[in-house]
């Protein structure tokens, strides 16, 4: 019989959705084994019947949920309850799940700030009064689903690799534990890391020194002087087999998709070390929360500007 | 009954004030803890509000130790090195005076007044100075007043 998946989107861009379908092969293992029963983006499945007939939004019982997108209005919170008791088994998928994402920059400002700016004080916007009733309301900050209700499972990444979407799901149907990765991307680079900058901070158009020979032979992206994330960051986006990160690969610097190494470790605190440590100057750093917390804004990592 | 606040306090102040800090202070072990050994051993006073955490350098403390420290419950962290230029591991200090800038920075979004952090250099033969710079800590995270995160 095979295992019923439903899975439900909130604050989130969509990536996420199009990792499942990117699969590639393994997908023909896996899709005889699963039944969507609920996946508003690939399957057209409405919350409340498909004619609109029922008053209250449902979504089917199922073995296994997947959630992406971070908590951001009270529907996104009202249907993370409801999938959570529907449920056997909760995924948080992709690290605006995870760890809020990209959405929770805004964390980093009061919710009336947001609309000041964002509607009501834009030059660009008939400006009007907040909408009350008709459309959810915004919670104060967006959440991850695990400050909500009770995850699982977590799979970071922007978008999360579709090979680690795919051996979670194995392990799960075998029943055997599946684990993230502990280790940082700095331990999966291959560039060369001597602990010293050879250069000063540098923006990233700028260009990157030896791009395009072997990353053997490239001097690690930090010490050129580029922000690089790797070492606050949780390896995995180079695949299951520990390959080198997607964003070196491309000899790019990482970005911090993957979010922070342990749930309660501040990315900004471990960069700011490091970046001092191998003799950079972060005072050049322009608004180092949101640049080190970028996919990691939710848990009060990002938080306006206390009053002192 | 709280003391009015002042910015120089007498020790009459300071006495009536039940606000004892817990300062974590961490020294490296080739001069500063040496330095902690010899005051006492030279019987100098200065108050008992520190924790002293031995670390083999000043170099291999952690922006993120004393942001923990300072964020569950310290009132103060004071880091003590080697002078400039006599580390036993020739710039574990000058490492930690670059994260101490990095760490000064970051008290601010973290909400910590400055006064809660302080990078000292003490010599293993600088006993007196250890006990003088403990107490100055102490002086200073008591005029501040107890960590907001407690």
């Not at chain 1, 400002?109 to 909408?131: A, C, H, K, Q």
């Not at chain 1, 009770?150 to 051996?167: N, Q």
């Not at chain 1, 990482?254 to 490091?274: F, K, S, T, W």
């Not at chain 2, 520190?50 to 310290?74: E, Y």
């Amino acid at each position: 019989m095979p295992v019923k998946v439903a899975q439900e989107w909130f604050a989130i861009c969509g990536g996420c959705e199009v990792t499942v379908l990117d699969i590639g092969e393994p997908l023909l293992d896996l899709l005889p084994e699963l039944e969507f029963v609920h996946f508003p983006v690939i399957m057209d499945h409405k919350l409340f019947g498909q004619t609109g007939e029922n008053n209250t939004a449902d979504i089917p019982q199922a073995d296994v949920g997947i959630i992406t997108g971070g908590i951001r209005n009270e529907e996104n919170r009202h249907l993370a309850e409801l999938m959570r008791s529907r449920v056997n088994f909760l995924i948080a998928m992709g690290s605006c799940a995870c760890y809020g994402g990209i959405p929770a920059l805004a964390n980093q400002f009061p919710l009336e700030d947001l609309y000041d700016r964002v509607y009501r004080g834009n030059s660009t916007t008939d400006s009007g009064e907040t909408p009350k009733g008709a459309v959810p309301a915004l919670l104060d900050r967006v959440y991850a689903v695990d400050e909500v209700v009770k995850v699982d499972l977590k799979l970071p990444g922007c978008p999360t690799t579709p090979d680690m979407f795919a051996a979670a799901v194995m392990h799960l149907l075998k029943g055997t534990p599946f684990a993230l990765e502990e280790k940082s991307v700095c331990d999966q680079c291959p560039t060369i890391r001597e602990k010293k900058a050879v250069a000063t901070l540098k923006r990233p158009l700028e260009p990157i020194e030896g791009a395009g020979e072997p990353l053997e032979t490239v001097r690690c992206l930090m010490e050129q002087g580029f922000l690089c994330q790797g070492p606050a960051t949780r390896a995995g986006c180079g695949g299951m087999d520990g390959g080198t990160p997607r964003c070196v690969k491309a000899y790019m610097p990482c970005r911090g998709c993957y979010g922070p190494l342990r749930d309660d470790a501040n990315p900004m605190v471990d960069m700011m070390g490091a970046l001092s440590t191998i003799g950079l100057d972060p005072a050049q750093i322009s608004d180092r929360a949101a640049q080190f917390n970028r996919f990691a804004g939710a848990k009060g990592r990002l938080r306006a500007a206390p009053k002192r | 009954m709280n003391p009015t606040p002042s910015t120089s306090p007498t020790l009459a102040t300071l006495a009536t004030s039940h606000f004892e800090p817990v300062i974590i202070v961490y020294t490296c072990y080739w001069c500063s803890y040496t330095a902690a050994d010899l005051a006492g051993t030279s019987r100098l006073q200065y108050p008992p509000n520190i924790r002293i955490i031995r670390v083999q350098c000043s170099g291999m403390v952690h922006p993120n130790l004393v942001i923990d420290a300072l964020t569950n419950g310290a009132d103060g962290v004071l880091m003590c090195g080697c002078h400039e230029g006599d580390c036993h591991y020739l710039e574990g200090n000058l490492r930690a005076k670059s994260r101490a800038d990095a760490i000064k920075m970051m008290l601010e979004d973290f909400a910590l007044e400055p006064e809660r952090y302080r990078l000292e250099w003490v010599a293993a033969s600088e006993g007196p100075r250890f006990a003088e710079v403990m107490t100055e800590m102490v002086e200073q995270v008591k005029r501040v007043g107890p960590s907001p995160y407690k």
